[in-house]
């Protein structure tokens, strides 16, 4: 968190609901700015200045772990949660853990599209002959064995709702 792109709007997000008077606790991979006043954070993936890197397991295995990790402390947890907010890498267990303890889920999907690059980029390599690369064969759309259990999935646009109507995702937006 912290860090650019995705990693600034969750460090703005948590930033804006601590200036509301939101008590918060985010539980993240690494951090590459100190959190939000007000923000207490625990990381998964970084023990003071040392940090697994997403690329040491090969990307997907290191949001799984961290997935893992954050599904573990839910149940501690549990009486001091209002709500869980998850972003969809690294989420599916967090996800069926929130669920099974009855905590209330939101799951963000900052790019509405995703799924259309992800098209795109398959269809250009097979009419180059080329294999995709390791990093676009990742299943994009694993969380949806759990989707039913969502409370509700925030989207950037409209442009997401092919993905949501085609019963991928559960929406109440």
């Known amino acids: 968190m912290g860090a650019d792109r995705i990693c600034y709007t969750a460090w703005q997000q948590l930033d804006g609901l601590s200036r ?3 008590e918060v606790l985010a539980i993240v991979g ?3 700015r100190p959190a ?3 923000v207490r954070v625990k990381t998964t993936l970084a023990y003071g200045k040392l ?3 997403y690329k040491a397991l090969d990307g997907m295995q290191t949001f799984a772990l961290h997935d893992w990790l954050v599904a573990r402390q839910l149940e501690g947890l549990k009486d ?3 709500i869980v907010h998850t972003c969809p890498l690294g989420a ?5 853990e929130a669920a099974r303890l009855q905590i209330p889920t939101v799951l963000e999907r900052p790019n509405a599209y995703t799924r259309f690059a992800y098209e795109v980029v398959a269809k ?3 009419r180059l002959g080329i294999a995709m690369p390791a990093i676009m064969n990742m299943p994009i759309m694993k969380i949806s064995c759990v989707s039913k259990r969502l409370n509700m999935t ?3 646009s409209c442009f997401a709702h092919p993905i949501l109507s085609e019963g991928l995702f559960y929406n109440r937006c």
Do not use: H, K, N, Y
Request: charged share 30%; with cysteine; proline share 12%.
């Open 124 to 126: 250009e390599c097979a």
């Open 92 to 96: 599916r267990r967090t996800l069926q």
């Open 36 to 38: 939000p006043p007000g």
């Open 51 to 53: 940090r697994l890197p």
């Open 154 to 156: 925030l989207r950037t």
């Open 80 to 82: 001091r949660i209002d």
């Open 20 to 22: 509301a008077g939101v």
């Open 30 to 32: 690494a951090l590459r």
